[in-house]
């Protein structure tokens, strides 16, 4: 599914384009452009505001715009290995990953304790 579709599905029966615009401090044509495929999604700062309006998973609405959060930036410069760790992770399945995500939680809360 691409970013406006995706918004449209989300904000349709919650507000029109008008009101979800102005919570979120843009311009309703500009909105209507981006759920109509003729703008490119917005900045992150937007994309946030907008799943926070919609009540929605920013990350999901985020990955649909192709839009790395300055948050995972900083987890991916922290570490000169993560690039290749990330790499190496790219063909897993969402089985897989969800087992490594578990592994990832277990090894933090054993090193918290």
């Given at each position: ?13 919650k ?5 979800l ?62 690039p ?30």
């Amino acid at each position: 599914m691409e970013f406006g579709s995706r918004l449209r599905q989300l904000r349709v029966g919650k507000f029109n384009q008008r009101e979800l615009a102005e919570k979120v401090g843009i311009d309703f044509t500009y909105l209507s452009k981006i759920e109509n495929g003729k703008m490119p999604p917005p900045s992150e700062e937007v994309i946030i505001k907008l799943a926070n309006e919609l009540g929605a998973d920013a990350d999901e609405l985020l990955q649909l715009a192709s839009k790395v959060p300055e948050d995972i930036k900083t987890v991916i410069h922290k570490s000169p290995g993560m690039p290749a760790f990330l790499r190496s992770i790219s063909d897993l399945d969402d089985a897989e990953m969800k087992k490594l995500e578990e592994y990832a939680r277990r090894m933090k809360a054993k090193r918290e304790e």
